[in-house]
């Protein structure tokens, strides 16, 4: 496929930041990052060279790399694509593979160039489903990775909640007052967007303090390494504490966002506004330097509060909050609006909201999330978004269009985002779950057929923005790929061909042959549909909280028996690649998949039996889902997370005994029950050692009681009481101090096969 070259403004900018990286020696920062990576530094040169794209080329000779790039990411970049090809170096969230570094084929890449100006990377909500336990070492393997796959523009948003608590308390909020206002670290990136305040607070002063030494060492590195990151900003909510000491500022209590207590928003238009915005970007530049793009949305999932009359009436609620009907829900309100009235106010919001960016920063870009315009679309119709947008300088706004795989289009319908300067991309991860899918040749198709459409408007980058990490990194390499295409064939056997070769060693036909069939089977899944279904959330449906519905459980997206046969192919060269730890991480988490689907058969079959009144049925299928369960949890015992991981890594954060019961019960209760009274239990659903056997058998187990004495009883399951008591069992759960262990299995190619027998029938 081919693609226009990228110009104009994010050229200029791009030229600008590859001088700044030639006066410092960005060539070093690439050499550091590839040495981290496993590659000898004395093999490798590098040169940086400003160019107006993001650009490589790597001459191979006598076993040294000679790299030429526009930015240490691309020179990262580029050598890397290079090894790679030669089934030298794997790089990913399971592990790297290192191969021998010598009898390297020679050649040229000649000049490769992305057709994007930029490459994003990372969402708000990673930062709560993945990242609250990371330390540096942590951060520093992911931004090696980062460049690896030419991301310059990530989301850095870790060290905000020190500034936060910095303006808070200059506006006059006691120690107190803050305690009650910020969430536990598993879910801040939420209380940042306005959606919830001070769920399972306090935050403590030692992890705000951390995260502050923290995001100043994940800066400098990015910043080194050539890369723009993505900062945040104000969007106007404000601590429940500060609007009650303003009761004359035009201040909003927000809807209530899954059934949780309402917010509260400052119109820009208050006086109050400005000022604060401006003092928080000056505080955090103090503490964090300058930046170029800064991320504020005021409404993602919340309804901007639009005033029946056209008036602004101070802390007047708004939204679900007090619209509880389908009759009254806000978006039909605002539908009822004078069409002037509405747009007037949408473009004064979003007209506002850059005003006071660039009050600090005038040289800034706002960024926000578009998923609003996707998730929202009975609010936010084309006309609603070009009114929000109209106000604001094209080049000054750049729009995460983060939703193709779930809400593809959205640029489309909206003339490209009239004008604004946009980047295209995907979610791909809900909440950390983590199912086999992620449809890689739709992604190029996509991108292709993206290109292809002169109405795209100003797309300047692309990007993958997973709410979760460490799962299905197939899909990432092969995205990424696509945004740097460089004449290599994406078709997906030859791409599958260097891919096996640099992750296990060694490839052949039958290995590209059996992941084929993986990939039709399980990875031709854009969006996997199964994580919503009758209101529940939960990856499988072994996952969600059990109820009489059950069997009526829909099938799973993509082919099973092409899943089975390629885990059998594989199965089957475990003699050649049995050796290789990521050959059997792949297999383990393929069969781990399949033998899931299974299970929710079993769940399913044994529901169906007992509400038939065929007891003996259901006490087969209930014992043959207790033994699927516990051969599911003991074979991923030795994969890259667990329960216990989790858990430990949390425990690990705290500094007193008191914090690491708080850390311990905040991770639990993020994998589990969420919070609040929407449909957010089981969102964040893992697919990991200890939630088989420990939380999710329990459930049905207890379930699967239930169902028997009444099938013995002739009656049907109280599903409603039933659930009442579950939820008491799932808060027990959360803060039961309990200690977790996990072990890896002695043969998990063994288990493996005996999983798939087992569940072949």
Not at 421 to 428: A, F, K, P, R
Not at 547 to 569: C, F, H, N, S, V
Not at 696 to 705: C, D, F, I, N, Q
Request: glycine fraction near 8%; charge should be neutral.
């Amino acid at each position: 496929m081919t693609f226009p070259k990228t110009l104009g403004l994010i050229g200029t900018l791009l030229l600008t930041a590859s001088t700044a990286h030639a006066q410092g020696d960005g060539g070093q920062a690439a050499r550091d990052a590839l040495r981290r990576l496993g590659v000898p530094e004395r093999q490798l040169s590098v040169a940086i060279q400003p160019s107006p794209d993001s650009r490589y080329r790597v001459r191979i000779d006598h076993d040294r790399l000679r790299v030429e790039a526009s930015s240490p990411v691309a020179a990262v970049r580029g050598a890397a694509a290079a090894l790679t090809a030669q089934g030298r170096l794997s790089v990913s969230w399971e592990g790297n593979r290192v191969g021998p570094m010598t009898r390297l084929t020679p050649g040229d890449s000649g000049w490769v160039a992305s057709p994007f100006g930029f490459r994003a990377y990372l969402n708000t909500c990673t930062y709560g489903y993945t990242t609250p336990w990371w330390g540096w070492p942590r951060w520093e393997r992911e931004i090696d990775a980062m460049a690896v796959h030419g991301v310059d523009m990530p989301l850095a948003m870790e060290g905000q909640d020190y500034v936060w608590r910095q303006l808070w308390r200059e506006q006059g909020l006691s120690e107190a007052q803050l305690a009650q206002h910020f969430s536990g670290p598993a879910f801040l990136p939420w209380q940042r967007m306005g959606n919830i305040e001070g769920y399972r607070a306090p935050l403590p002063t030692g992890w705000i303090d951390k995260k502050r030494d923290l995001q100043k060492r994940i800066l400098a590195r990015m910043r080194e390494l050539g890369m723009t990151p993505i900062l945040p900003a104000f969007a106007g909510y404000v601590p429940k504490a500060f609007a009650e000491a303003h009761p004359k500022a035009r201040i909003y209590k927000m809807r209530s966002w899954e059934g949780f207590e309402g917010t509260y928003w400052l119109d820009p238009s208050d006086p109050l506004f400005a000022p604060l915005a401006k003092r928080f970007l000056d505080l955090y530049t103090a503490e964090y330097g300058p930046g170029q793009y800064y991320l504020a949305d005021a409404f993602n999932e919340m309804v901007p509060p639009i005033a029946e009359d056209g008036s602004d009436t101070a802390n007047a609620a708004y939204g679900d909050a007090t619209a509880n009907t389908p009759a009254l829900d806000a978006a039909t309100r605002a539908a009822a609006l004078p069409r002037e009235v509405r747009d007037a106010r949408l473009a004064a919001y979003g007209q506002r909201l850059y005003a006071a960016i660039a009050a600090a920063r005038p040289d800034a870009t706002w960024v926000m999330q578009g998923w609003l315009f996707g998730a929202d679309k009975k609010f936010w119709t084309p006309d609603a978004i070009a009114a929000f947008l109209r106000d604001v300088p094209d080049r000054k706004m750049l729009i995460l269009d983060i939703g193709n795989d779930r809400y593809p289009g959205i640029w489309k319908t909206t003339n490209g985002f009239d004008g604004k300067s946009w980047v295209y991309g995907y979610v791909h991860n809900y909440g950390g779950s983590n199912p086999v899918y992620g449809a890689p040749d739709f992604y190029r198709r996509d991108v292709a057929a993206l290109f292809a459409d002169g109405a795209r408007g100003n797309v300047r980058g692309f990007g993958l923005f997973p709410e979760g990490l460490h799962s299905n990194s197939l899909v990432y390499d092969y995205a990424y790929d696509v945004a740097w295409p460089g004449g290599v064939d994406m078709a997906m056997a030859p791409w599958l061909s260097r891919y096996t070769a640099a992750r296990y060693g060694r490839s052949d036909p039958a290995m590209v042959a059996a992941w084929q069939d993986v990939v039709a089977g399980a990875y031709d899944v854009r969006y996997w549909t199964p994580r919503w279904w009758n209101e529940r959330a939960g990856a499988y449906l072994f996952f969600k909280r059990p109820a009489a519905d059950a069997p009526t459980y829909p099938a799973e997206p993509g082919d099973r028996a092409k899943l089975r046969a390629g885990i059998a192919a594989m199965l089957k060269l475990a003699p050649a690649y049995g050796k290789s730890p990521l050959y059997r991480y792949d297999l383990v988490d393929l069969t781990r998949h399949a033998a899931s689907l299974s299970l929710d058969d079993t769940v399913k079959a044994a529901v169906a039996a007992y509400q038939r009144g065929d007891v003996a049925a259901g006490d087969r299928e209930t014992a043959r889902m207790k033994a699927l369960t516990l051969a599911i949890d003991h074979l991923i015992g030795g994969q890259q997370e667990s329960l216990a991981s989790w858990i430990a890594d949390a425990r690990g954060y705290g500094d007193t005994p008191a914090e690491k019961t708080a850390y311990a019960q905040n991770a639990k209760a993020q994998v589990t029950i969420w919070g609040g009274r929407g449909h957010l239990g089981d969102y964040a659903s893992k697919a990991w050692a200890g939630m088989y056997a420990d939380y999710y058998l329990p459930r049905w187990t207890a379930y699967l009681t239930e169902a028997r004495a009444a099938a013995l009883a002739r009656r049907p399951v109280d599903d409603a009481a039933f659930t009442a008591k579950l939820l008491d069992w799932e808060r027990a759960w959360v803060a039961d101090p309990r200690p977790y262990k996990v072990s890896a299995p002695a043969d998990p190619v063994a288990e493996a096969r005996a999983l798939m027998t087992e569940t072949a029938r």
